[in-house]
């Protein structure tokens, strides 16, 4: 059995797909208490803000020997890395590599303000962004 702390990712589908979680990809997450539908929810960034998915929080999103993101909520800060390890067709299983990120120069590199970003006038709210390779 493999030790660390492994957490699903779900929902990728609706916003970049899998293009960004390559294999060994390190993304930042962010604790989410404000969120409408789920006060533990976590979501997953990459540089400019953007949301690529969230950490799975319930038995049937999440892959069997991951922890749910409410299992992980207290575990971590407001912000931690997450790499990517494994993929399945409708699974990406990351593991956490730093419990808690306390550098602002790190967090600020996930800012809006920083994002270099097109609209597309056809879809509404679909914004075309450049991801190169590993978020850091």
């Given at each position: 059995?493999?030790?660390?702390?492994?957490?699903t990712?779900?929902?990728?589908?609706?916003?970049?797909?899998?293009?960004?979680?390559?294999?060994g990809a390190t993304?930042?997450?962010?604790?989410?208490?404000?969120?409408?539908?789920?006060?533990?929810a976590i979501k997953v960034l990459i540089q400019g803000g953007y949301t690529i998915g969230y950490i799975a929080n319930s038995a049937s999103t999440?892959?069997?020997?991951?922890?749910?993101?409410?299992r992980i909520y207290d575990r971590v800060g407001e912000y931690f890395l997450i790499e990517v390890c494994f993929s399945t067709q409708s699974k990406i299983?990351?593991?956490?590599t730093c419990f808690d990120v306390q550098d602002k120069e790190l967090i600020d590199r996930f800012s809006y303000d920083e994002c270099e970003?097109?609209?597309?006038d056809e879809q509404d709210n679909h914004y075309e962004f450049q991801y190169k390779g590993n978020a850091f």
């Open positions: 059995m493999l030790k660390g702390t492994f957490v990712i779900t929902g990728f589908n609706h916003y970049k797909d899998r293009d960004p979680f390559s294999i993304f930042l997450c962010c604790k989410e208490p404000d969120n409408a539908y789920d006060s533990e999440k892959a069997n020997g991951t922890m749910s993101a409410a299983i990351c593991e956490v970003y097109d609209y597309d």
